[in-house]
């Protein structure tokens, strides 16, 4: 992997700022991201408990750990979205360790050494096959340490492929005095096939005149099951799995032996 090449996420500040941009620290502190974990993160009793985040966008979950005292890590393939993680620490005063890595490069830069490993916000459909899928999973498993435990949090792609919606529409956001109207138009090929999301987003200013950003990213959804075969081939128990085909989104903790 090149990581000199422009990566899907290179672009995509406009839409992580107007999300994220002006969040409190308690607010971030307290982010939803942290009681959702709250259990696991208290079962790691040692004085440090080291965690890498090895998809962390801007950085926001990165720091909302480190402000709650964990040692944190953040990589992420995107040099642009870990710019933002470094600028976004610095506004937050807290300390992160960054770097521009692909998760097939962790291995090589990190000994097994993290209590957790999250892979979330749906990072992991970014792997664009199956083969792909299951070394980039494998690398995670590598650099945890022993009863180590692996995040993956996915959207429930059967369930968005059956509906087939060719359009997610989101709550308008108010961000430094302008409104923004984010909308996903999905342009899917099945389950393991390349597919691809537009992401439109209307920023409205004062006067009512509108501009428009937009990007597209490639990702290749696959099924629940096929996710925790790989999980368990990679010799992790799984301690814990919130999908349902109802819900939209689910996560499993998976630990290393
Ligand atoms: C949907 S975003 C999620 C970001 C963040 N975890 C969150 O919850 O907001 C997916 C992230 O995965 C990163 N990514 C995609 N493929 C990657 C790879 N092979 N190695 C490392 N990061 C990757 C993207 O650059 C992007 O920042």
Redesign the pocket.
């Known amino acids: 992997?090149n990581n000199d090449e422009k990566?899907?996420?290179?672009k995509?500040n406009w839409l992580?700022n107007a999300?994220?941009g002006d969040m409190e620290t308690e607010q971030l502190q307290q982010l939803e991201?942290i009681e959702n974990h709250k259990n696991l993160l208290q079962s790691y009793t040692d004085k440090e408990v080291y965690i890498l985040?090895?998809?962390?966008?801007?950085g926001?979950?990165a720091i909302a750990l480190a402000l709650n005292g964990y040692n944190v890590t953040a990589?992420?393939?995107?040099s642009e979205?870990v710019k933002f993680a470094n600028e976004f620490s610095k506004k937050y005063n807290v300390s992160i360790s960054t770097d521009v890595?692909?998760?097939?490069?962790l291995p090589s830069v990190f000994e097994p050494q993290f209590d957790i490993v999250?892979?979330?916000?749906?990072?992991?459909?970014?792997?664009p096959n199956a083969v792909?899928r299951e070394n980039?999973i494998s690398s995670l498993v590598q650099v945890l340490k022993r009863k180590g435990t692996l995040v993956i949090?996915t959207r429930n792609w059967e369930k968005i492929l059956a509906e087939n919606k060719r359009f997610t529409v989101y709550d308008k956001i108010s961000y430094l005095d302008k409104e923004y109207i984010p909308m996903y138009h999905w342009k899917f090929n099945g389950i393991e096939q390349e597919s691809e999301v537009e992401i439109l987003f209307q920023e409205i200013w004062k006067d009512n005149h509108v501009e428009l950003y937009e990007n597209s990213?490639s990702f290749t959804p696959f099924t629940h099951m096929s996710l925790l075969d790989i999980m368990k081939k990679l010799g992790l128990d799984i301690i814990k799995d919130t999908f349902h085909k109802e819900c939209d989104w689910y996560l499993i903790y998976g630990r290393k032996a």
């Open positions: 992997m990566q899907d996420y290179d995509m992580y999300f994220y991201f985040d090895s998809a962390c966008g801007n926001v979950k990589t992420d393939i995107s979205m890595k692909s998760w097939s490069e999250f892979n979330i916000g749906n990072s992991i459909v970014h792997s792909t980039d949090e990213l």
